[in-house]
């Protein structure tokens, strides 16, 4: 565990290192099938935002992330509607809204809670069927469709590039995003700074080039996860 320690505090030193000439840009350790300690190792580090994928491991892994100062808990992985109760009121945001029933359901749950949940709208940018997330050309009605929800935040948007082959041919969605953000995103939320999710371990060099405020790493600050699955899609 001592020689996997030295590799995290390697790994994020030199993301760090890449980040900094990026005032807005911050490093979020994707955790999935992390432990404790790895996590708390990430914090000692300097990262103070953790997201987690799935509803189980985030219910694990919240009493660890609540007891470090500061440090803010993110839901990145697909959420169903029937697993928003357990979260809503663990975590600092939802940043894969993806449908408007999870919408309605977040907004729900939120009232019920006492919360007003801060989310990012999942945009699936590269128009690929296995992925979850709005199409871009829906983008407008869904926001007219949320924008009245009293108890969810819309504070900008998230995707999951496809994979390219070459780090420079992710260019092309991220400037996409980028114009989403800008051009219709901050035309219903006028009064926010819109963000933008996106960038993981094999492109969050590029993400920054066009503005992304939150890149998830989880193998390029972890090394190889403890064990894989089919659908390691969001960092």
Do not use: W
């Not at 580090?45 to 985030?58: A, H, K």
């Not at 590269?126 to 009605?141: A, C, R």
């Not at 800008?182 to 999710?197: G, H, K, M, Q, T």
Request: with cysteine; charged share 30%; glycine share 6%.
């Amino acid at each position: 565990m001592a020689e996997n320690f030295d590799l995290i505090e390697k790994n994020i030193k030199d993301i760090q290192k890449q980040i900094e000439s990026y005032p807005n840009a911050h490093l979020m350790a994707a955790i999935k099938t992390r432990s404790d300690e790895e996590i708390r190792k990430a914090y000692e580090c300097g990262i103070r935002y953790f997201g987690e994928n799935r509803v189980q491991e985030l219910l694990a892994h919240y009493e660890c992330v609540r007891s470090l100062p500061g440090a803010k808990l993110h839901m990145i992985g697909t959420l169903q509607t029937n697993k928003v109760k357990y979260i809503i009121d663990k975590v600092d945001m939802i940043e894969s809204l993806s449908s408007l029933s999870l919408a309605k359901e977040i907004d729900r749950r939120a009232a019920r809670a006492g919360v007003k949940m801060p989310v990012l709208i999942e945009i699936n940018i590269g128009k690929e069927p296995q992925k979850d997330g709005i199409m871009p050309e829906e983008l407008p009605s869904f926001l007219e469709d949320i924008k009245n929800f009293e108890n969810i935040l819309p504070k900008g948007l998230m995707t999951i590039a496809p994979v390219m082959e070459n780090e420079s041919d992710y260019a092309p969605y991220f400037t996409e995003m980028n114009r989403l953000k800008d051009d219709i995103f901050a035309v219903y939320f006028p009064n926010e700074r819109p963000l933008l999710s996106m960038g993981m371990s094999a492109n969050f060099r590029e993400a920054l080039k066009f503005g992304s405020d939150f890149v998830r790493i989880g193998t390029g600050i972890f090394g190889p996860r403890h064990y894989t699955t089919k659908n390691d899609t969001h960092e």
